[in-house]
């Protein structure tokens, strides 16, 4: 059987946009379908700021800058591991591996692209933001990619870090400092990593297996994966709640939107623990996982809207209505 005719499995099946896009190898190697949500969590880190709206020039040299670094990231891990990857049915055809891409060329391209997202950054938004994007970087490349993933099961508990960076770069651009409300985006993201990314390890776990990668479902096994992925998914909806209090405004339309969003998560969670081996609902809370972070990064934003602070306004009213009467009555 050729690779042409291997049947599609893994990430590939599970993301149908896949099947039919063939990427030129230099933006293939980039990573592009990871950026967008990097960026909307790089917005709701700025929305957080009591200095959103930004300047349109600020925004997009934050978000030009965060995109550009977060490809020179992928294009890093894509080097370091593409004799692994080229080890791997499901991986073998990318651009390093299948030597449609030089190593050479994708390391200048790498460099080239960080020395321009920290250009931009410090010109067009501040230091700080500039530094905690190359933090991002390094961290996913030298934390998780090199030390952490072939060495230990969690290693998306502590590597998730990379993940989380972006809300700190939007904060960070928004206010020259990192408040209350950027630090809580940080931790959400955090306990989120590990279900989303454990999901697709079950799904991806033969081909971790084969090359000696120690994910959580290779060494554990699917039950107790599917418990893990349990606990965080809790996790990451009893700290999606805290940004009912620490939102700067609009937390009561928050609070009652990302209710649903949570239900549909646990319920995910909980359907996989019932059949941790079934591929379907793996499939399922890895796909909407994605839409769960989009969505709170949407409620963020929707919470700064001037609908949503006068519905906070409404409910301080009933509320202190509420108290006079209770007080009224004793």
């Not at 030009?64 to 990231?73: E, K, N, P, Q, V």
């Not at 769960?292 to 509320?319: E, K, P, T």
Request: charged share 10%; with cysteine.
């Amino acid at each position: 059987m050729t690779q042409a005719t291997v049947t599609l499995s893994g990430r590939d099946a599970v993301v149908p946009s896949r099947r039919h896009l063939r990427l030129p190898p230099w933006l293939e190697v980039a990573k592009p379908r990871l950026i967008p949500l990097l960026l909307a969590t790089t917005l709701g880190g700025m929305a957080l700021s009591e200095s959103w709206p930004l300047p349109t020039p600020q925004l997009a040299c934050t978000l030009g800058g965060g995109a550009l670094a977060a490809a020179a990231a992928g294009m890093l891990n894509c080097l370091w591991e593409q004799e692994l990857d080229g080890r791997m049915a499901r991986t073998a055809g990318r651009a390093l591996p299948s030597g449609r891409l030089s190593g050479q060329t994708a390391f200048l391209l790498a460099v080239s692209l960080t020395l321009a997202a920290a250009m931009l950054l410090v010109a067009g938004v501040n230091c700080l933001a500039a530094g905690l994007s190359l933090l991002g970087l390094c961290s996913y490349v030298l934390l998780y990619t090199v030390v952490l993933k072939p060495r230990t099961s969690r290693n998306i508990v502590i590597g998730g870090v990379a993940g989380a960076i972006p809300p700190l770069v939007g904060a960070a651009a928004a206010a020259g400092h990192i408040g209350l409300g950027g630090w809580w985006l940080f931790g959400l993201v955090m306990v989120w990593t590990p279900a989303h990314f454990w999901a697709l390890a079950l799904l991806l776990k033969d081909d971790y297996a084969s090359v000696g990668i120690p994910m959580l479902p290779v060494v554990k096994g699917a039950l107790f994966t599917s418990r893990a992925i349990g606990h965080y998914a809790r996790l990451t909806a009893v700290a999606s709640l805290a940004g009912t209090a620490l939102l700067p405004s609009g937390g009561v339309l928050y609070g009652l939107l990302v209710l649903p969003l949570n239900g549909r998560l646990l319920q995910l969670s909980a359907a996989l623990q019932r059949q941790p081996e079934e591929r379907q609902r793996a499939t399922n809370l890895f796909r909407f996982s994605i839409l769960y972070l989009f969505g709170i990064c949407g409620l963020i934003l929707l919470s700064r809207s001037g609908v949503a602070a006068l519905l906070d306004q409404q409910a301080l009213h009933l509320l202190g209505h509420w108290s006079a009467g209770l007080l009224a009555g004793l």
